[in-house]
């Protein structure tokens, strides 16, 4: 029985024999040349791989469960076919093998898995831990204008790939990108919003005219300043992408403003990482009480400041609308005081002169805002203005911009 588990640990050790003790090898630690790169161990419950300069540690339920061969995994609908429920979760493998590029686990049933040790690497918690989900330029308004981010012409956006292909990779580093010679018209711009996406229809319709009547109960239809926030707080999931397009104003003033949450969620991290953390963790209440006319209306989204994805701490979404923050009241009496300071913090960065891009809509230039992390706002106007626009599904912007290669 020692004899042959001696000698399937040799089999194991990355394709060679090693001159290493009887002792060593009986432990299960494996050391490949140089030139493999790559080490492993057996435990209790999982594998221990180092393969370049990562140390993953593969659970074997978890090695079983992600099998790509073709009894376990479709690959024309790229989904999986094994039944997780049916995987026995004290399940070892029976021989483990690693060679240059592939280990191969065979199982109690005979059944062998192969996973390239690339694919490992990419797809391991300590893979992910090192990658970053959506690349992306932080900037303020020094950094945003030395950039020259070009604006794309209506016609290449509608009409080609590269045209296209260009105004996503400017949305996806910057969160904002503009169309130019669009025809000032509700029509054309919702020809413009469905090019990249689906249009989300919400309490505010599919496709929606701005002016200052007082048509909604929101500050947003008044002629008065707004200070930066993001939309829609107060649902569960707010709306990802914003699209704004002036078709008139007669008369002054109504310059919009935006800023990069992300890049002021940084800067606290950087400065006060505990105030990051706070807002990170701390829920909160956001809500929208409307009675005007025929529109009533009451939501409620639940969720903290700052997103951040739990494996590397990257931030997704920010949720901040101080119009629109509910009474304070899941956060017990010993946190409230630090999350004051810590949303002090971000407000404080947030309201910094130099992190203020202000640009003037006008007609013909439709502006595109990422809503999970831009913040907009606007300067008091007089005079007519009227905006259209709409809010679009997030995960179909991101799935058009996979479909023309770019990461997102």
């Known amino acids: 029985m020692w004899c042959q588990r001696l000698a399937w640990l040799l089999r194991g050790s990355c394709g060679r024999r090693w001159p290493r003790s009887v002792a060593a090898l009986a432990r299960g630690h494996h050391t ?48 999986r076919s094994l039944d997780t429920a049916s995987v026995d979760l004290a399940i070892r493998p029976q021989a483990v093998r690693v ?41 303020n308004a020094e950094i945003y204008r030395q950039a020259q981010v070009p604006s794309v012409d209506c016609r290449s956006f509608l009409e080609t790939d590269e045209g296209l292909k260009e105004f996503l990779q400017n949305f996806l580093l910057y969160g904002i990108a503009f169309v130019e010679n669009v025809a000032p018209t509700k029509e054309d711009t919702e020809i413009l919003a469905e090019r990249i996406s689906i249009i989300r229809e919400t309490i505010y319709g599919r496709m929606w005219y701005f002016t200052s009547d007082f048509s909604r109960g929101d500050t947003a239809y008044t002629k008065l300043a707004l200070d930066r926030h993001t939309d829609t707080t107060y649902f569960q999931e707010p709306c990802g992408i914003q699209v704004f397009h002036c078709l008139k104003h007669e008369g002054t003033g109504g310059r919009t403003l935006l800023v990069d949450g992300f890049h002021a969620a940084e800067q606290v991290l950087r400065r006060a990482p505990e105030h990051f953390e706070l807002l990170s963790r701390v ?126």
């Open 32 to 79: 490949a040349p140089r030139s493999l790169r790559c080490a492993w161990q057996l435990h209790g419950d999982h594998l221990e791989l180092r393969y370049g300069n990562t140390l993953m540690r593969l659970d074997f339920v978890w090695l079983r469960d992600h099998c790509r061969s073709a009894s376990c995994y479709n690959a024309k609908t790229n989904q």
């Open 99 to 139: 060679d240059e590029s592939t280990l191969f686990l065979t199982w109690p049933d005979g059944h062998v898995t192969r996973y390239g040790l690339e694919w490992l690497l990419k797809n391991s918690y300590e893979g992910q831990k090192k990658q970053v989900m959506h690349p992306r330029i932080l900037w």
């Open 283 to 408: 829920p909160l209440k956001h809500e929208y009480v409307e009675n005007v006319g025929g529109c009533h209306n009451h939501m409620i989204g639940v969720g903290p400041v700052l997103n951040v994805y739990p494996w590397n701490n990257e931030l997704y979404l920010i949720r901040y609308n101080n119009y629109d923050r509910a009474v304070i009241n899941t956060v017990p009496h010993d946190v409230v005081r630090r999350w004051y300071h810590a949303h002090r913090a971000l407000t404080t960065e947030l309201r910094r002169p130099e992190n203020e891009l202000w640009v003037k809509l006008k007609p013909g230039k439709a502006l595109f805002v990422d809503n999970w992390r831009v913040l907009h706002g606007r300067e008091a106007f007089t005079g007519y203005r009227q905006l259209c626009g709409c809010y679009l599904t997030r995960d179909d912007v991101l799935n058009t911009a996979r479909l023309l290669g770019l990461q997102a």
